[in-house]
């Protein structure tokens, strides 16, 4: 039995990925933030090592005793240096990172040379390490993209498409990369590879826009906004802290479909249709409020 330490465990990712670990025959421990919510976690009985990414002394005492590192901690905050040196340091037997296909966009993105940096951090390390990188990943209530359009078509008669809505999507299903992320900690191939991690349906924007409608037997009008007013529009409401960034308007232009070939020949990865997955999320918003205490 190997003990697995895994950062971001509180995350939308990792409540799933720490939920698939306990069911395996792993040890799994947490490391969190003292202000963190792992009230869940210790109620499941998992055990939390508390510290901060960004302090390798607390990282090092963290990974005392551990075997694997499941890294699902953002790349694009700066951590990674740290926590590399901490987990070189451990002689794990294995680490998995988390990072995201995001490092391919053909955008300035103010976190895209972190995020690189932070891969070639874990090449240069000499550990024994898998890199994995989702796409855009959905599938509950804490998903902060799908969900989000769920609940403005639910309410909303119309909404705006930037362009044509011609640019292919690829939204990953959350359990899917869970799946992947264990997949990989007993997968001898996955060690020093690299894998883009995809959904089941390819689909434009356009195209995923009437599906959630579909679904939700809704009749909503697209209304098409040339890209510059929808970014100098973004701008505006970014101001105010509402809509999406202007970044993530242009990135609605590009493409975002890979290859998931290696993946699925390494760590038997399946990803579920879109139509399957959307389903699910959509069961949330047709559950019960829970009751008051």
């Known amino acids: 039995m190997s003990t697995v330490l895994v950062t971001g465990a509180t995350g939308f990712l990792g409540e799933f990925v720490t939920a698939r670990l306990r069911a395996g025959a792993d040890r799994v421990v947490v490391f969190a933030r003292p202000a963190s919510n792992i009230a869940a976690?210790?109620?499941q009985g998992v055990e939390v090592r508390s510290g901060d990414l960004g302090d390798q002394a607390s990282l090092r005492r963290a990974l005392a005793g551990v075997d694997v590192l499941v890294n699902l901690a953002s790349l694009g905050f700066g951590h990674a240096p740290t926590i590399v040196a901490a987990a070189a340091n451990a002689g794990l037997q294995h680490a998995v990172f988390v990072s995201t296909t995001?490092?391919?966009s053909s955008l300035p993105a103010g976190?895209?040379?972190t995020r690189i940096a932070a891969e070639q951090a874990v090449r240069d390390s000499g550990l024994p390490y898998t890199l994995l990188r989702p796409?855009?990943?959905y599938g509950s209530p804490r998903d902060r993209n799908i969900w989000r359009l769920i609940?403005?078509?639910s309410r909303w008669p119309m909404v705006p498409l930037v362009g044509d809505g011609s640019a292919l999507q690829q939204p990953v299903f959350v359990d899917d990369v869970a799946q992947a992320v264990v997949a990989a900690l007993h997968s001898p191939a996955a060690r020093g590879s690299e894998y883009n991690l995809a959904g089941g349906t390819r689909l434009s924007f356009a195209q995923l826009l009437r599906e959630v409608c579909a679904q939700l037997g809704r009749r909503v009008a697209m209304v098409r906004v040339p890209e510059k007013v929808a970014v100098a529009a973004a701008r505006g409401l970014q101001q105010l802290g509402v809509g999406i960034s202007a970044e993530q308007v242009l990135r609605l232009q590009e493409d975002k479909v890979f290859d998931c070939s290696a993946a699925q020949r390494d760590l038997c990865y399946t990803a579920?249709?879109?139509e399957v997955g959307l389903a699910q999320e959509i069961e949330w918003l047709r559950r019960p409020p829970p009751m008051p205490d």
């Open 102 to 104: 995001s490092i391919y």
């Open 41 to 43: 976690l210790v109620a």
């Open 135 to 137: 796409t855009m990943i």
């Open 272 to 274: 579920r249709a879109f």
């Open 111 to 113: 976190s895209k040379p």
């Open 151 to 153: 609940k403005y078509l």
